[in-house]
Each structure stands twice: as C-alpha cells, then as structure tokens.
C-alpha cells in the first residue's frame, strides 16, 4: 500500500477547514490527557480509555482519524482499526507505540497504517495524522469513483465472447 510520507505534503492544520475529529485511545488516562492537550488547538479531540469504549465512541460518532496505542488490555489498536475500517473504511489510523518488537511481530498489519513511536516529537504525532487524513480522503474519493464508473446493467459486465472459439 502507497501511504503518503508524514511532512511530504507540509500543509498544516488550518482553521479555514472544517474541524478534523481525532479520536485518541491509549490505556493510560494521563497519555490520553495530554496527547489531547497537544491535539486540541489543532483537531476537535475525544478520547478512549480502551479498545471496547473506543469502539463504542465510534458508534456515536465516526472520527476523520484515530490514533490508538498498540498494546492495551482488551486489545490491540491493530484490531481496533481493523473492525473500525470494515465498517468505516475512509478512517485513517495511526499507530502509537512505545515497543517496536510489537510493530515486527505483526509487520503484514502494521503497514497498513501510520506507526509512531513513543517517545515522539508533537510534531511528528500532527503530521502523521495528516498523512492519515489525506490518505482516508483518498479513499473517499476512490470509492466514490468506483460507485460512479459501476456499470449499471447486468449486459455492460457480460464478457465478450472469445474470438478464437468462434465458428464461422
């Protein structure tokens, strides 16, 4: 999968456009608190303490992205994304983690998404984020395409018979 490379499209976090929703799970209450903190003048930001409640905060409202810790108790943010994106396929994910022998373990999963590794720069936190963004509106944009080249009839998705195979 071609991800877009995070501060290879510089365009920051603007105020001109709509308010981007960033749902925030990490077991660990003070993570949560202050990575929301960081997150906040540039995102509307809402928080989960695990993966069962961040699946529900999901049903209420769909976030643009979610940027989950790795490892928690009732599961992984690999797992999370992935029941997220079958439902929701244009969330973007990005992974936050402090223990890299997880992201090899499970390499194959983890390329699908963002990865950050904690300690981290904010800034590195924000431009993943927007990666995660663009790449979901990526998404958007090709679904929509597919439901708009869709061929309408059954007759349009018929297969040409084979020339070869033709009597004359």
Request: aromatic share 6%; charged share 30%.
């Amino acid at each position: 999968m071609n991800l877009p490379k995070p501060g290879a499209h510089g365009d920051p976090p603007s105020a001109t456009r709509p308010r981007v929703r960033v749902l925030v799970v990490d077991d660990d209450p003070s993570i949560c608190i202050t990575t929301a903190a960081l997150l906040e003048d540039h995102y509307e930001v809402r928080t989960a303490g695990s993966f069962r409640e961040a699946l529900r905060a999901v049903d209420v409202e769909v976030p643009d992205v979610i940027a989950t810790d790795y490892e928690m108790p009732d599961g992984t943010g690999v797992e999370l994304m992935r029941q997220v994106t079958e439902r929701h396929p244009s969330v973007g994910g990005v992974l936050v983690t402090g223990y890299k022998d997880y992201l090899e373990r499970d390499k194959a999963a983890v390329d699908a998404f963002y990865v950050v590794l904690k300690p981290y720069e904010p800034s590195r936190l924000i431009d993943a984020i927007e990666c995660a963004l663009r790449f979901a509106k990526m998404q958007r944009a090709a679904a929509r395409a597919a439901v708009v080249t869709a061929p309408r009839t059954p007759a349009a998705t018929k297969p040409e018979p084979n020339v070869a195979t033709r009597r004359r």
